[in-house]
C-alpha cells in the first residue's frame, strides 16, 4: 500500500515507524509518504512539502500519485474538511469527516453528543458573555475549570482558584467562538484511543499523559510534556486493565459512535477519550479526533498489531471482523524536550547538540521522535516549541525511565527544558 500521512509532530513520527514495522521479505511492507514531515521522518522515508490542512492541494496529491490510504494526524486539517476532500475523491481516509471531527473541535458539540448518548461526563455551561461566565463560575463555585470552545492547541483550558484570573482567561477566548465553564472533577487521567470504523470500535492500551509545563504538575498547560503506557494502577479498580478498557468501550465510546452515525455523521478515525477516574467512577474531560500527542508514542512502539491493518479496516469499514489489537507487556516512557519559553513564547532556530550522534548509535530499548526539528548545513534545529520526544521501553518503569533520562542527558539545546518526573511514581 500506498500510504500518505499528514502531520509534522512526534506523533506523525511514531505513526510512520509504526507503520514501516509491516515487513515483506524484501523490506517494509508500505510505501509510507509524510506532508510535511519533519526531519526525523525524513530520514525514515519520502516527505512532500504541502499544505496539510489545504484539503484541494491535498486531494489532489494523494489522488495523483495514487495513494491508497491517507492518516490525517494533527487536528487542525480534520477541522478544515481535509477528510471530506478526500473522501470525495473516493480516497481511504483515517481521520473524520469536518462534522464529525467537531468532538474536538467544538466543546459544546461534544457535549451534546455526550448528553445525548447518556456518556458520562461532567456539567457545562457554554457562556457567549462575561455575565454568562460569572454566572456560571459562580453556579459550578472553585476550583473554576474555563475552556475556550474551540481549538487552542491544548492551551485553551485554565483550571484556577482564582475567579478573576478566570475571568480573564473567558474574557479571551469569548472573542474566539465562546467559552465552556465545567464542573470541576478530580482524580488521575487517562488517554484512551480507540480505532472507529463509524459504527464499532477497536481499543488501543491506556495511556497517561503530563499535561502541565513543570515538574510536580506545576505551571500552565501544554500540548503535553510525556506519557506512559500501561497504566499498572488500573487493577486497583478494575479486576484488570482489560476491564476498564471495557468499561470505556460500552459506557463512552460506542455510544459516541453511534450517535454520531445516527446522526449521519459518522465518526471514522482516531476517537481520543480524555477521561478522569473520579470517586464516583469514569468521566469524559475530553475528546479529540486524532491520535493524541505525546502518548501516541508510548502506545504505538508497544503496539503487535499490524497498524497498517487496523486502520485500513477502520477507513474502509470492517473493524468488527478484527480482534482486539495486541500489545506488548514491556512498558513505555516518553520525555518531551520543549524550546525556551515553550509554552508561551518559545524560542527557536537553537541548534540541538547531540542528537545526531545519539541518533547514529541508539542504546536499546530508545528511539527518539522528532517533532520540530530541521537539518541546516548537517545539523539538527530547533523549529518549534515542543522539539523531540525520547522513547524509552523496557522491563519496567525504572528501566524505561533510566534510559529516557539516559538519552535526553546526551542531548543539548540552549534554554531547552523537559520534566523530570514522567512515570516516576509508577516507577517506585
Ligand atoms: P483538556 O484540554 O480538556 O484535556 O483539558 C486539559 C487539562 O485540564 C486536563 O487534562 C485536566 O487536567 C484539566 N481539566 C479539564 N477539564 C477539567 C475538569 N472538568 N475538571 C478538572 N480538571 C479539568
Ligand atoms: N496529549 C494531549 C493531546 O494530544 O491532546
Known sequence: MRILVLG?????HAIVRALLRDQTSDGPAHEVI???????????VETVKLDASNGRLVADYARDSEVDLV??????PLVAGVGDALRRYGIPVFGPDKAAAALEGSKSFAKRIMQAAQVPT????????????AEALDRFGAPHVVKADGLAAGKGVLVTDDRQAAIDHASFYLQQGGVLIEEHLSGPEVSLFLLADGHDVLPLSPAQDFKRVFDGDAGPNTGGMGAYSPLPWLSDRWPSEADFVDEVVDRVALPTVRQLEAEGTPFVGLLYCGLIITAEGIRVIEFNARFGDPETQVVLPRLESSLAELITA??????????????SPEVAVTVVLASEGYPENPITGRPIRGLAALEAELPEGVTVDHA???????EYVATGGRVLSVVARGADFAAARERAYAALGRLDLEGGHFR?????????
Open 8 to 12: 509534522s509532530g512526534a506523533r506523525e
Open 122 to 133: 461532567g456539567g457545562a455551561v457554554h457562556a457567549d458573555t462575561i455575565d454568562e461566565v
Open 34 to 44: 509524510a506532508a510535511p514531515g519533519n526531519a526525523g521522518i525524513a530520514a525514515l
Open 71 to 76: 492518516v490525517i494526524g494533527p487536528e487542525a
Open 314 to 327: 477502520a477507513a474502509t469499514g470492517g473493524l468488527g471482523r478484527l480482534p482486539y489489537p495486541k500489545f
Open 372 to 378: 520540530a526539528t530541521t537539518l541546516v548545513d548537517g
Open 420 to 428: 523530570t518526573d514522567i512515570a516516576a511514581r509508577v516507577a517506585q
